[in-house]
């Protein structure tokens, strides 16, 4: 199963990534944190991707794909830690008292996604929370997660863990964390197939 969800959520996340088809599962481990998928990827490319733009220069597209790989890694291993993924209805208020540094107020989401703002806690924390760091507003927009911080450090690592976030948002369920794609509907919503009830993908060839 995690093998199955990683391979499928890093599949859609990495789809436009120079060198994603060398991607291979090698297997999941038990660690401190929870199952943890091994993986290698000797063609993915180690950089952010770059859009040009026609009139020269650039735009910054999704975050690198090993970075998006490495907060994959802990979603799933937040997600697995107990057993079969179950989110108690506490998980927000639970989360903010686990990471009051980083939540002050409970995240707004459906549950599914709470494993995401989760491993981003951990990834943060381990890293050292940058000098007067805080989230300011989490919500869900155009059917991916928005996590807007602010800091007085030094807070690129942060930065970066969340941009992860924000971009692997698009493809896990917001209700139960499953992988999921972004549907069409009165309102663009990330949803598995089994909480889609027939929503088509918002992009043409998806399934
Ligand atoms: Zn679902």
């Not at 494993?115 to 924390?125: C, D, S, V, Y």
């Amino acid at each position: 199963m995690i093998r199955d969800e990683f391979t499928v959520i890093a599949g859609r996340a990495l789809r436009l990534h120079q060198g994603a088809e060398s991607l291979e599962v090698r297997g999941v481990r038990p660690s401190p944190v929870g199952p943890i998928v091994d993986w290698k990827a000797p063609l993915l490319s180690p950089d952010r991707q770059r859009r040009p733009l026609p009139g020269g220069g650039h735009v910054l597209g999704a975050p690198a794909g090993p970075d998006l790989l490495a907060v994959l890694v802990r979603y799933q291993a937040c997600r697995w830690r107990h057993g079969p993924p179950h989110a108690p209805s506490t998980w927000a208020e639970d989360l903010a008292r686990a990471h009051p540094k980083i939540f002050p107020f409970p995240p707004a989401s459906h549950a599914g996604w709470s494993w995401l703002w989760e491993a981003g806690a951990e990834l943060i924390t381990e890293h050292g929370i940058p000098r007067g760091f805080k989230t300011v507003d989490t919500k869900e927009k155009f059917g991916s997660l928005r996590w807007y911080t602010e800091a007085k450090g030094d807070d690129r690592h942060a930065d970066n863990v969340i941009s992860c976030i924000d971009h692997i948002s698009n493809f896990v369920c917001e209700y139960c964390g499953a992988p999921g794609l972004l549907r069409r509907g009165s309102w663009v919503k990330c949803m598995c197939d089994a909480h889609a009830q027939g929503r088509k993908p918002f992009r043409e060839g998806e399934a």
